[in-house]
C-alpha cells in the first residue's frame, strides 16, 4: 500500500511567522497536488509539481518536489490569518487515483 | 465561485429513506468523481466515471448508487443508509489525458447525516 505521511497534524502558530509542511513516502510519484480546504467547503487546488527538484511558488507559499519525486514540502513564509485552514497533499498514482496525506490543520492567529 | 455546483447542500434523512446528491460541471472535464470526508479526515474516494462510464468503484456498499447522466452531471442515489455514512460527500472533475489530468475540481460538499 502506498502511504504518503504527511505532517505535522495541527500547527498553530502567530501571524508573521514561518512554517513548513511535510509529505513523505517510500514511493514514487507521478506528481504532486497541495490542496487547502476550509470548513464546510470542498478542498481547493493550489498547485501541482510534477518535476523531481522542482520549486513552485504562489506569493507566499512556496512548493518543492522532491528530486526521486517521493516527498514534497510546502512552506509558507509570514503567514498570515487568510492562510488557516487544512493543508491536504495528494500523490498521482495514475489518472483518476490520488493518494492522500492526512492534512495538516494551520491555524494563524491575529 | 466554485465551478461544481453540488445540491443539497444540507441533507437530514432517515435510515428508511431515498435521496439523492447531485452535482454538475460545465468546464468540459470528462472524469466526475465522488469523495466522501469525516471529519478531520481526507477524502475517501468511492466512484470515478471517466466519459460518463463507471471506471472506478472502490468496494463502496450498494446503497450507494452512483449514476452519470451525461458528461456534465454526476448523481449519488442514497437507500437505507447508517449514521455511520453521515459524512460530507464531495464531488469533483478533472481533465484526462497527460495535461493537467488528475486535478480535482472540487464542490463545496454536501453534508449528509443519517439519524
Known amino acids: 500500500t502506498q502511504l504518503l505521511e504527511q505532517s505535522p497534524q495541527f500547527l498553530s502558530i502567530q501571524e508573521g511567522e514561518n512554517l513548513t509542511v511535510y509529505c513523505n513516502s517510500s514511493?514514487?510519484?507521478?506528481?504532486l497536488q497541495w490542496y487547502r480546504q476550509e470548513p464546510g467547503e470542498g478542498p481547493v487546488l493550489l498547485v501541482t509539481v510534477v518535476t523531481g527538484g522542482e520549486v513552485k511558488k504562489l506569493k507566499r507559499l512556496t512548493f518543492q518536489f522532491g528530486d526521486a519525486r517521493k516527498d514534497s514540502s510546502l512552506h509558507i513564509t509570514a503567514a498570515q490569518p487568510g492562510d488557516t485552514g487544512l493543508y491536504l497533499c495528494a500523490g498521482g498514482r495514475s489518472n483518476y487515483q490520488l493518494i492522500w496525506g492526512a492534512g495538516t490543520k494551520l491555524i494563524i492567529k491575529p | 465561485d466554485t465551478e461544481v455546483t453540488q445540491t443539497p447542500k444540507h441533507l437530514v434523512m432517515g435510515m428508511t429513506n431515498k435521496k439523492s446528491l447531485k452535482c454538475e460541471q460545465h468546464?468540459?472535464?470528462?472524469?466526475m468523481y465522488w469523495y466522501k470526508q469525516k471529519a478531520k479526515k481526507p477524502p475517501e474516494l468511492m466512484f470515478v466515471?471517466?466519459?460518463?462510464?463507471?471506471?472506478i468503484n472502490e468496494s463502496v456498499p450498494s446503497r450507494f448508487s452512483p449514476e452519470c447522466p451525461n458528461s456534465s452531471l454526476l448523481n449519488l442515489h442514497l437507500h437505507a443508509l447508517q449514521p455511520e455514512d453521515s459524512a460530507l460527500y464531495l464531488c469533483?472533475?478533472?481533465?484526462?489525458?497527460?495535461?493537467?489530468?488528475?486535478?480535482?475540481?472540487f464542490g463545496e460538499g454536501s453534508r449528509l447525516t443519517v439519524l
Open positions: 468546464m468540459g472535464h470528462r472524469a
Open positions: 466515471y471517466s466519459y460518463e462510464k463507471l471506471s
Open positions: 469533483a472533475s478533472s481533465r484526462l489525458g497527460t495535461k493537467g489530468a488528475g486535478e480535482l475540481f
Open positions: 514511493s514514487v510519484f507521478s506528481s
